[in-house]
C-alpha cells in the first residue's frame, strides 16, 4: 500500500531561520512526487511537484525540494523563513499510472516574527 | 473560473443519521478525489471518480459511498455516523483522465467540516 511518512508533525522556527521537511514515499517505481500547503482558514494549494528530469524542483515563495530516489525522500526546503509561511505542510505521491495521491500526515510549521 | 465548491460548509450530526456532502469542480473538471481530513491523521484517501465511474477507493467502510453525476458534480455519503465521522472532507477535481498531470494539479475546495455528536 502506499504510504507517506512526515516525521515532524509540528515545528517552530523564528523569522529568517532555515526550514527544512522531512518526506519519505514509499512506492517503488515511476512516481510523481508534491508538496500541498494549507495557510490557515484557506483551500489545499500546490507548493511544488517533481515529475521527471532534474531532482532538484523549485516551487512558490522561494520553496524547493530534492528528490532523492535511493532514500525515498523528497525533502522541502527553504533558506529563510517569514511569518506568512505559517501554514500546514503536505507531503504527496502519486505512483505512475494511478489515480489515487497518496498524502502524509502534514507538518505544521509556526514562524515566530 | 470558479473554485472547487463544497456544500455545506459545516453540518452537525447524531451518531446514527447520515450525511450527504457535495462538491461541484471546477467547469471542465472531469476527476474528482474525495479526502477525510483529521488533525494527525492528515489526509486519508475516500475514492475518486472519473465520468461517473469510480476509478479508486480508499480503506474506508462501506457506511462511506459516493457517485458522480455526468454533469462532474459529485456527492459523498456517510450512513449510521459514528462520532468517529468527526471530521473535514475534502473535495479536489482535475481536468483529464490522468490526475495531478503535469500541467493540472489537484485544486481542493474549502471542505465540509462534519460534527457527529
Known amino acids: 500500500a502506499q504510504s507517506v511518512s512526515q516525521h515532524n508533525h509540528h515545528v517552530i522556527l523564528s523569522e529568517a531561520a532555515s526550514l527544512e521537511l522531512g518526506c519519505n514515499y514509499s512506492y517503488g517505481g515511476t512516481v510523481n512526487l508534491f508538496w500541498y500547503v494549507q495557510y490557515p482558514g484557506q483551500h489545499l494549494q500546490l507548493l511544488l511537484k517533481y515529475f521527471s528530469g532534474d531532482p532538484l524542483v523549485k516551487g512558490i515563495k522561494g520553496f524547493e525540494a530534492e528528490f532523492i530516489k535511493s532514500k525515498f525522500s523528497f525533502n522541502l526546503r527553504k533558506p529563510s523563513v517569514q511569518w506568512s509561511d505559517t501554514a500546514e505542510y503536505f507531503c504527496a505521491e502519486l505512483p505512475g499510472g494511478y489515480q489515487k495521491v497518496t498524502f502524509g500526515t502534514g507538518t505544521k510549521l509556526q514562524v515566530i516574527p | 473560473k470558479a473554485g472547487v465548491t463544497q456544500t455545506p460548509r459545516y453540518l452537525i450530526k447524531t451518531r446514527g443519521q447520515q450525511v450527504t456532502l457535495s462538491c461541484s469542480p471546477i467547469?471542465?473538471?472531469?476527476?474528482v478525489s474525495w479526502y477525510q481530513q483529521t488533525p494527525g491523521q492528515g489526509l486519508q484517501f475516500l475514492f475518486e471518480y472519473f465520468s461517473e465511474t469510480q476509478r479508486n477507493k480508499g480503506n474506508f467502510p462501506g457506511r462511506f459511498s459516493g457517485r458522480q453525476f455526468s454533469n462532474s458534480r459529485s456527492e459523498m455519503n456517510v450512513s449510521t455516523l459514528e462520532l468517529g465521522d468527526s471530521a473535514l472532507y475534502l473535495c479536489?477535481?482535475?481536468?483529464?483522465?490522468?490526475?495531478?498531470?503535469?500541467?493540472?494539479?489537484?485544486?481542493f475546495g474549502n471542505g465540509t467540516r462534519l460534527t457527529v455528536t
Open positions: 479536489a477535481s482535475s481536468p483529464g483522465r490522468d490526475i495531478q498531470a503535469y500541467n493540472s494539479p489537484l485544486h
Open positions: 467547469s471542465g473538471h472531469r476527476s
